[in-house]
């Protein structure tokens, strides 16, 4: 599959180099998927990993947001899940909260289906909750005691502890 896929990319890189060799946008834009395609080449994607932090939020998250907590709750991981540290703020700056995070922080866009559609059919597909649509933008967690958490906001997140005293409040004076 990487052969073909790498085949067809120097198949389209050499008919846009030959369609238009004096735009130095179009020189541009091939260099680039010359350098993506070398990167991809020494640096390929994992292809052993054997579990998924992120799937396990939106199987967790799934149950949760459709009343079954206690399923969301006894959903099992099967690699060690890191501790994070996260702090919410308002736009203004103020802090909203802090919390520890279970695992990692998702986002309100991660799916466990694809977003596309049935190219046959013209239909969408649904998600596990029979929805459709977008979400909106932001992210969601678990704390350690089963929580669970959705924001929409500005957030800091790190793996280490840290602490964010309230910022100063800012303003501008009115003309």
Known sequence: MKKILMLCMTVILIFSLTACEGSG???D???TLLTVSNLQEHQPTPTDLDFSLERYNLIRRAYWVNGQREKAASVICEVEKPLGYIVLFTEGGSVVGRFVVDGKVSSL???LTPESYYIDS???IADVDSSY???DSGI?????DNRYIEWTGIYLYSD???EVEDPVVTYQEAD
């Open 25 to 27: 946008q179009l020189k």
């Open 29 to 31: 834009a091939n260099q």
């Open 109 to 111: 866009n991660s799916f």
């Open 122 to 124: 013209g239909q969408h």
């Open 133 to 135: 649509g977008e979400n």
């Open 140 to 144: 969601f967690f678990f704390t350690p």
């Open 160 to 162: 280490i502890p840290f």
